[in-house]
Each structure stands twice: as C-alpha cells, then as structure tokens.
C-alpha cells in the first residue's frame, strides 16, 4: 500500500499564493506519474496538473500560467506552487500518484488538503 500524505492547503486571499505538497512512502519499486486533483463542492474531480517520467507535464487550461508543479523524486514528493490564486480555485486538493509496487502497477491518492481562497 502506498500513503500519500499532503500538507500545504489553507486559507488565503485572492492573488495570494500557496504551497501543496505531497510525500508517497511506502515498499514502492517506482513512480511513473505524480499531480494533483481537485474537487469544488457540486463539481467533479477535475486533474490540475500531473507530471510523468521523462519529464512531461499538463496543467488544467485554467491554471497554465499560475500553477507549477514540481517533483522531487528522491524524496517521493511532488509539490504544487500556486499563485494568483482566485476564488474559483477553492476546492479540495487530492494528491494523485501511479506507483509500481511488488503487486504491480496501482493509482493511488491522498486524503485531501482544503484551499480555501476568499474574495
């Protein structure tokens, strides 16, 4: 089983910043993708931004430009910089990560962070 386990959500400002993170442990042989998700009340889970090996990332349209996701990959840990927050951006934050173990290949997620951003 693999934990993930985020910090880094609260309660700030519109144009404010925040910083998400979000260490896996666990018997994992590797980690073929790490992001983040998030999810508004009475809205679906939506991916923000995933980064893969080989280095490719993805944001979500509405983020490119103020979120950078970054990975520290010996340290298992992905980290979500968010600037420029805005209202809409409120939502639950669910760290994501696809994680090889000795059972194979499997998804998992973290608990959830909330960030809240007031106008």
């Known amino acids: 089983q693999v934990h993930l386990v985020e910090s880094g959500g609260g309660l700030v400002q519109a144009g404010g910043s925040l910083r998400l993170s979000c260490a896996a442990s666990?018997?994992?042989?590797?980690?073929?993708?790490m992001g983040w998700y998030r999810q508004a009340p009475g809205k679906q889970r939506e991916r923000v931004a995933i980064n893969t090996n080989g280095g490719s990332t993805n944001y979500a349209d509405s983020v490119k430009g103020r979120f950078t996701i970054s990975r520290d990959n010996a340290k298992n840990t992905v980290y979500l910089q968010m600037n420029s927050l805005k209202p809409e951006d409120t939502a639950v934050y669910y760290c994501?990560?696809?994680?090889?173990?000795?059972?194979?290949?499997?998804?998992?997620w973290g608990q959830g962070t909330q960030v809240t951003v007031s106008s």
């Open positions: 666990g018997r994992i042989f590797s980690i073929s993708a």
């Open positions: 994501y990560c696809n994680a090889l173990m000795v059972t194979g290949s499997n998804d998992y």
